[in-house]
Nanobody, 124 residues
């Protein structure tokens, strides 16, 4: 069992930055690839980024490439999402998730554990 707790969300103006954190507890953190997803009101949950167990491989949805960076600190059991040049369309609840697929995955069905989410609101 893995417990995930996100933090770092908030209200920011367009063009601003936020850094989301996701702290994990329970089973060995480095066993899991990690992902970030988001869900805007009235929309499906959307993949944002994923990082492999070691942190050596990352993958992003096209709309955030060059603006968002996923990283992890296995010694601190934490995964991060640095979000720069934020846009109003980035407004959503952001969730972190843990997957036993070592290289990570863009599919939410490959993730076994989810956090409760943190709200990110970008004003224009």
């Amino acid at each position: 069992q893995v417990r995930l707790v996100e933090s770092g969300g908030g209200l920011v103006q367009a063009g601003g930055s936020l850094r989301l954190s996701c702290a994990a507890s329970g089973r060995t953190f480095s066993y899991y690839a990690m992902g970030w997803f988001r869900q805007a009101p009235g929309k499906e949950r959307e993949f944002v980024a994923t990082i492999s167990r070691s942190g050596g491989n990352t993958y992003y949805i096209d709309s955030v490439k060059g603006r968002f960076t996923i990283s992890r600190d296995n010694a601190k059991n934490t995964v991060f999402l640095q979000m720069n040049s934020l846009k109003p369309e980035d407004t959503a609840v952001y969730y972190c998730a843990a997957s036993t697929i070592g290289g990570g995955s863009p599919s939410p069905y490959e993730y076994s554990y989810w956090g409760q989410g943190t709200q990110v609101t970008v004003s224009s």
